[in-house]
């Protein structure tokens, strides 16, 4: 609590205008609703549904249609939502508040918000880089930007996905020439059906942990119709295959049942060196769904904005380079969202 008072009387000065960093989260007074907030509120705008962002209890949930089955897989069925389009407008008290392509997972938006002329947008995640799953991030014009700096380091310069998903190609084919199965680490929403919408199918079989299969059910993507669900497949039946889990079964028994296999992680992480070898991981794949150094630059310059608010990860380094560099009002915002190191 004591953090939460610091943060309210940090930004104590900015308090009457559009939207508040308050200690249940990001605050719109004028139409008394909250954008990803971190405990139970009456009112609440989900950018997308990783549980750092989508929090259970609230009264009543206002996100992407296709963020809704999500929303109802991870809170519970009778979770109160209502679903709207991008570019959709739903006025509350005055405020014009819609949604816009982010780029970081299906569904995921970044919130628009605009009252008496004020415009803020709050980015949520986000990433520039096409993944083929999710309609492309697109730059929204405001006064005001709230940003993530995940990977707000110059060190992050994340290589064209296109060559990633040919390289996780030829290892998954290295291995199932070598006798191997193969396993592939990624997050159960998002990360994972990016990974399989590129994988090729004629070298084996797709095989899912169930986290994964259970996404894979309510999630609007066309993936691979050879995608297959561990618990339908006997385990003589596995060999060559490529096998996408989440990160938590790294270590595990589970693992066990695919020996001998290959161990791959996709994370934005595996740009620094020593990444893979820390996880134990034969493969390293530099695959992100978040924006790296350049994009979160390119990014805020399109909004236009002046004031950039910077959120969890590097903000610290990314507020002064936009402030020193780029002439920016940045200032850091404490924010209780984490994410996965494996599933970045």
């Known amino acids: 609590m004591a953090v939460f008072l610091w943060i309210v009387k940090k930004y104590l000065y900015i308090r009457n205008v559009l939207l508040q960093f308050h200690p249940y989260g990001i605050y719109c007074p004028q139409a008394d609703v909250f954008i990803d907030p971190w405990k139970s509120v009456p009112k609440a705008i989900i950018t997308h549904g990783h549980a750092d962002h989508a929090k259970t209890g609230s009264a009543y949930y206002l996100a992407h249609h296709d963020t809704i089955p999500i929303l109802k897989l991870r809170l519970g069925a009778d979770t109160n939502t209502q679903g709207i389009g991008y570019n959709e407008t739903v006025t509350i008290n005055g405020v014009h508040i819609s949604l ?11 919130i628009r918000l605009e009252y008496k002329g004020e415009i803020w947008v709050v980015s949520g995640d986000y990433k520039l880089q096409n993944d083929g799953v999710c309609p492309p991030f697109e730059p929204v014009r405001c006064h005001h930007f709230v940003t993530e700096s995940t990977f707000g380091l110059p060190v992050y310069n994340f290589p064209d996905p296109a060559i990633v998903h040919d390289n996780i190609n030829n290892w998954w084919r290295t291995n199932n020439e070598a006798g191997k199965n193969s396993v592939i680490i990624g997050y159960s929403l998002g990360k994972a059906q990016r990974i399989m919408k590129h994988l090729d199918p004629s070298i084996g079989k797709i095989i899912t942990h169930g986290a994964v299969h259970n996404v894979n059910q309510v999630v609007n993507v066309e993936l691979p119709e050879a995608i297959r669900y561990i618990e339908d497949i006997k ?3 596995i060999k060559g295959s490529i096998i996408v889990a989440p990160p938590s079964t790294m270590g595990t028994p589970w693992m066990r049942r695919f020996e001998p296999y290959s161990l791959g992680i996709c994370s934005g992480w595996m740009q620094l060196r020593g990444s ?3 996880r134990n991981a034969d493969m390293g794949f530099v695959l992100s769904d978040h924006a790296d150094w350049n994009d979160l630059n390119t990014a805020v310059k399109e909004t236009g904005a002046e004031n950039i608010y910077v959120t969890h990860g590097y ?13 920016l009002n940045a200032i850091e915002v404490d924010a209780l969202y984490e994410g996965d190191e494996s599933s970045e």
Do not use: M, N, Y
Request: charge should be positive.
């Open 100 to 110: 816009h392509p982010a780029g970081h997972i299906i569904g995921s938006a970044q």
């Open 276 to 278: 893979r070898r820390r």
């Open 315 to 327: 903000k610290s380094v990314f507020a002064k380079w936009l402030r020193e560099t780029q002439g």
């Open 235 to 237: 385990k003589q039946d």
